[in-house]
């Protein structure tokens, strides 16, 4: 039982890694300092767990939240790994218990905030242990660049130094790519590998329509999607409010959702949508964390999201059951407009103006793509090589450029 295969089938129950998984596995047993980057619910935890279960000597794992430390912590156990977490959360006997096993070579994988691995006593503690491998998960935390630095986290990259024995493996579902940069340079002092996967919805079909009139636009858009669900993303309160009532108008399942809306109201909607199969849910982006409806067949922008990473997790929302969904931007230049002044007047400093403004400009390179939009789309995210995808209104329906050598040509020989 000595190869990742044999681990992913025997301990996880699983038949065959995914698409990614088994190339992050082999780079971590190869001692190679590696960042992966996948998107959440990819399987990044089996990329660390399953070599973990094959190296001599334990393996530490940071995480930034209790509750997430524990949900692993937890699973592990159901598949009989010796696994624990150590946090202020707990009962100070089961730590001092946990840790006595961790020390008597018992615990395989264990679970530490960043502020705790860093003390000096944790960091004086382990090192007669000789952890074979420190994972960092969440591991954009470390950055500035990305959207929730963690100052504890930056003392991460005195890992590298302090234990030059062990291996080490950061995963995050969100950097960019001067993110991504920061993490490697940060954690592994550049060196490394950076696996970027499983960005790819494949069954989802992406379109940009010029906006003119958006709300005849959208009905006629919705006029073949009567008996489907779907999500109408809008800008703002009032728009939702007065799309729904246009849709209910037109004899449409239509719910308005947005955070101004009261506590009760918002429930009822939510789990409206839920449980029915024919409603429109018109929202502002307050409506979908944690949404999880397999069957939403559509996700409808009237207005331009507010970064590639924005727009990436909205319309992921669609097609969660593997079948053909749709992703439909309405998108107008004084969208993009709009979107400029909000970045330039928020109030940070230039340097994250200038980085909102290249996040801009990415989705703008999106929306007047004239190849491939899925290429484009993971190219941003770092996934590059693939072909043009044949699911896209580009791919199925090329833009007519104008060939002006052609035409110069015919002019002067005319
Ligand atoms: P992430 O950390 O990337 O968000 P997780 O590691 O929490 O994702 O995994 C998401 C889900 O995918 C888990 O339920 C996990 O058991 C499942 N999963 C991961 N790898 C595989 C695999 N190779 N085959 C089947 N299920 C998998
Ligand atoms: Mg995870």
């Known amino acids: 039982m000595s190869d990742p295969r044999s681990i992913l089938q025997s301990v996880f129950g699983f ?154 493996a950061a995963f995050t579902a969100t950097a960019d ?46 006029k073949d999607r009567r008996d489907v669900s779907g999500i109408v993303y809008c800008l703002s309160r009032k728009d939702t409010e007065a799309i729904a009532e246009v849709l209910v108008a037109e004899g449409y399942r239509a719910l308005p959702y947005h955070a101004g809306l009261d506590a009760a109201v918002r429930r009822e909607n939510q789990e409206i949508f839920m449980a029915e199969s024919a409603v429109v849910m018109v929202a502002t982006i307050a409506f979908g964390m944690g949404i999880d409806k397999p069957d939403i067949r559509y996700v409808v922008h009237l207005a331009m999201p507010g970064s590639m990473e924005a727009y990436y997790q909205e319309i992921g929302r669609a097609g969660r059951d593997g079948r053909p969904a749709e992703a439909m931007m309405f998108f107008g230049l004084s969208d993009a407009r709009m979107r400029r002044q909000f970045i330039d007047q928020d109030g940070e400093d230039d340097a994250h103006k200038r980085r909102e403004h290249k996040r801009l400009d990415a989705l703008l390179a999106y929306c007047e793509a004239t190849r491939c939009r899925r290429l484009a789309l993971l190219a941003y995210f770092g996934e590059t090589g693939g072909k043009p995808c044949g699911n896209c209104d580009v791919c199925v329906d090329p833009p007519q450029l104008v060939d002006g050598t052609r035409e110069a040509q015919i002019l002067m020989s005319a």
């Open 15 to 168: 038949d065959a890694f995914r698409p990614g998984q088994a190339g992050i596995v082999d780079h971590i047993l190869d001692g190679t300092p590696t960042l992966c980057v996948m998107p959440t619910g990819a399987g990044k935890s089996l990329c660390y767990q399953v070599p973990a279960l094959l190296l001599d000597g334990p393996t530490i794992v940071v995480s930034p939240l209790t509750a997430l430390m524990d949900d692993q912590v937890a699973a592990l156990k159901a598949n009989g790994v010796a696994a624990a977490a150590i946090h202020s959360g707990r009962m100070r006997e089961d730590n001092v218990e946990d840790w006595r096993r961790f020390q008597a070579g018992e615990i395989k994988l264990l679970y530490l905030s960043p502020e705790r691995l860093m003390t000096g006593r944790m960091l004086a503690a382990l090192e007669p242990v000789a952890p074979a491998l420190f994972v960092v998960d969440e591991a954009h935390c470390i950055s500035k660049w990305g959207a929730s630095f963690r100052p504890e986290y930056e003392q991460l990259a005195a890992l590298r130094t302090r234990f030059p024995g062990a291996r080490l």
């Open 177 to 222: 790519a001067a993110t991504r940069e920061d993490i490697a340079a940060k954690l592994f002092g550049g060196g490394g590998e950076i696996v970027v996967h499983g960005f790819d919805r494949p069954n989802l079909f992406l379109g940009v329509e010029p906006k003119a009139k958006a709300r005849a636009q959208l009905l006629d858009y919705l």
